[in-house]
């Protein structure tokens, strides 16, 4: 049971306060509501590049970090499709250094033309160093071409082209502040050791002047249901043969979600699931081999990705993995599996929180979801979940019409 | 009206006291000594036993990683499956890891499930079968997933620098080529666990929400081995680096990055300089701030990032310099590197920016601090080096109060570009 308190100042930002007297140390956690879903689909890569700009400098303070490591502060973010993430460490007695620098990134950045030349090319080299110079580097890229056809989840958050960050203009980046980085747009999260009245006062110091800005209201393309199953296949030079299947499933807050997840647990968490003992172990087949799910906002996919052993025949491998689906689909699990992947999860939530960084950004992502009291109520969601919901939910994902499937096969 | 341009006050972070949370230590009945961090708020627990069954104990190669990682692929009374379903039957999981000198079994797991998996590592560590159907699954996908990784620059960078410093010879100089994989059999695996694991050197780790029977659960599963306590002293093998020290290699002709890495042999944590000159290597190198990455990614856009550091080694260190940067500025890349080191050799540190510095490390260690596995890795760092407390606050001691001339004095000693051996690969 994680608690917190909740408040709203008058221009819209959120804040939640989570006290942890057992650290000496206070986290800051910035959560904008905007991720690469939100890009033009012609101006990719726009809001992970603007999450590099956010460094550069704001209206009233030349240098982002420096400060903050002079008070024995860490910090980073992150971009996701839904979302963009910053947050610091810092020792709990300088937390107000956090609080300045976030302010005042969040009321104007110094939109400096140097800065976005390095940038762009900061990020074009991040781009090589993960989706060109390694083998299988544009999987995820093509993957997500072919499952998406519309929803802009279709492209990943580092760009679709380099070209994209190549053309970013300056322009772009302040109607994106604009668009994006208000207050009624973010939420704050402060946890560690601090006091929720400190923090209160600290929060309308530097944070209550802040213009409301205009609230952002969001309509993305929905993706039209699936109805026939797609197919691509890719050669490159890579030393194995991969094979990839995905299948849609549902948004975060779905109820249905939460059966999803076990499901991918029960195919391939852990060393006793059911494909690796089958078809890494047993079969053979593959030498590496996992199922997995974004666990995106809105409905995301669920992946079964392998290897295959060299030398074995795509289709068999395939034809494997939908034995296995199968039996899944028509026998179900036992109750022994599902108890083992309920006690999976519940140790995994228990490990997660260990963290007060993990806490601070939990809350901050499950209060973008809707309420941050949801991260309270996973495990009973979780535990909700009966071996009827995994047949049947295993029957409607794995059906045919609403697979994709990627051959992603070695030139040598 | 609030001005914004001033920067709120901060308490420095070198006026901290920080504090290492002792260990709690016992020893089981065969001698092998547990230490042992309660803390948490998570009902949670992780146990390492640490043998001495590194790769400097093999005498054919790759035996060292194989036996380690077969562990947990049968017993006399289990088999893989078995084994796995019970660790993930209650959510925890037991993993290994082999390094140069150790290997490691270490179990995550709630605290309140401890009782019922401790009996599973006794097994591994008793009756472990080494079949060879799992022999030949592990020698497959090790080979399969070494293929994936020659094709990536980083990869064969990352290992043929240690060559060029060690020797090919040398535990820390050496790597498994396919050939290796495909020469491993039981007999040597069996021979191997017999010596190092059934009856060799081992020391526990406990940290998390320990359960209040936590000795007696330990002294049941690991006291009645034919285990012993480590000396934490390893014979060192003499090393061999390689003459020449400037290579280069195509590794992919569609190579859009190269990665560089540039490195000199440096002394463990036992030798005077090593602690100081940690807190020149963050200048230099070691933090997002640092002179490399503020000039060369910061400032020129070379690469996504560039790093320092002091390779974590018992014996003898290196000090690397690492990075992938666009094949186009790679030349320019290294040019930068030698100029940082040539400035930090003629300018003394200026006092702003070491004390920035020293707030950045200090408030660092008070953040590694925080929590039960932190603090126990620390401890197991200290304690696996044959060093003690006093390391850590030494330390510390170093960052507050390393002066500029130090540094520069170190820079001169170190930061000369003959000294270092440089290798690109595309």
Known sequence: MIKFEKFTLENGLRVLVHEDKSTPMAVVNVLYDVGAKDENPEKTGFAHLFEHLMFGGSVNIPIYDEPLQSA?????????????????????????????????????????????????????????????????????????????????YRWMTIGASLKH?????????????????????????????????????????????????????RSLPVEPKQTAPRTLEVKADVPLDALYKCWHIYPRVDDRYYTADLISDILSGGG????????????????????????STD?????????????????????AINEELKKLKQTGITDTELEKVKNKTESALAFEDMSVMNRASSIAMYELLGDAELMNNELDKYRAVTAQDILEQSNIIFDENNCSTMYYLSNN | MLNRTIAPPITDATDYKLHLKPYDFFSLDNGVPVYAVDAGAQDV?????????????????????????????????????QLNETFDYYGSS????????????????????????LPLMNDMLTNSIFLQEELDIFKQNAKQRLSVNLQKCEFVAGRMIDQYLYGERHPYGT????????????????????????????????????????????????????????????????????????????????????????????????????????????????????????NIREDKGYTYGIHSYIQNHMQECAWLIATEAGKDVCDATIEEIYKEMKIMREVPVEEEELSLVRNYMIGGILGELDGPFHIIAKWKNIILNNLDEKYFYDSIDAIKNTGADELQALAQKYLQPERFYELVVY
Not at chain 2, 51 to 79: D, H, M, P
Not at chain 2, 198 to 224: M, R, S, T, W, Y
């Open chain 1, 72 to 152: 024995g502060g860490e910090n980073n973010a992150y971009t996701t499709n839904d979302l963009t993430n910053y947050y610091c460490q810092l020792p709990a007695e300088n937390i107000e250094t956090a609080f300045w620098l976030e302010s005042d990134r969040m009321l104007s950045l110094a939109f400096g033309k140097k800065s976005l030349e390095v940038q762009r090319k900061v990020v074009c080299e991040e781009f090589k160093e993960h989706y060109i110079n390694k083998p299988y580097g544009d999987v995820m890229h093509k993957l997500l071409n072919l499952v998406y056809t519309t929803h802009p």
């Open chain 1, 165 to 217: 960050v190549e053309d970013a203009t300056l322009a772009d980046v302040k109607a994106f502040f604009k668009k994006h980085y208000n207050p009624s747009n973010a939420i704050l999260t402060v946890a560690g050791n601090v006091d929720v009245a400190q923090i209160k006062i600290l929060v309308q110091k530097w944070f209550g002047t802040i213009p409301a800005g205009e609230k952002y209201n």
């Open chain 1, 272 to 295: 006793s699931s059911r494909l690796y003992q089958s078809l890494v172990k047993e079969q053979k087949l593959f030498s590496s081999l996992d199922c997995g799910h974004m666990g």
């Open chain 1, 299 to 319: 409905a995301g996919i669920m992946i079964i990705e392998g290897k295959l052993v060299k030398g074995v025949d795509i289709k068999i491998a395939e034809a």
């Open chain 2, 45 to 81: 627990l992780q146990i390492e036993l640490v043998f001495y069954a590194g790769n400097f104990f093999e005498k054919n190669k790759a035996v060292a990683a194989a036996t380690n990682f077969l562990l947990k692929n049968g017993t006399t009374t289990r088999t893989a499956f």
């Open chain 2, 94 to 117: 037991c993993s290994r890891a082999c390094y140069n000198e150790t290997a490691t079994i270490t179990l995550h797991t709630l605290s309140k499930h401890t009782d019922k998996l």
């Open chain 2, 175 to 294: 790597f498994n080529n396919a050939a290796d994989y495909d020469a491993i059999n039981v007999e040597d695996i069996k021979a191997f666990y017999k010596q190092y694991y059934q009856n060799g050197h081992c020391a526990i780790f406990v940290a998390g929400k320990l359960p209040a029977n936590i000795q007696e659960l330990l002294n049941e599963n690991f006291g009645k081995l034919q285990l012993t306590k480590p000396t934490f002293v390893v014979n060192n093998i003499i090393t061999t680096p390689t003459e020449q020290k400037k290579h280069f290699i195509t590794n992919d002709e569609n190579a859009v990055q190269g990665a560089i890495r540039i490195a000199q042999p440096f002394p463990n944590r036992h030798h005077e300089d090593f602690k100081k000159t940690i807190v020149l290597n963050t200048v230099y190198g070691g933090y997002f701030g640092s002179r490399l990455m503020s």
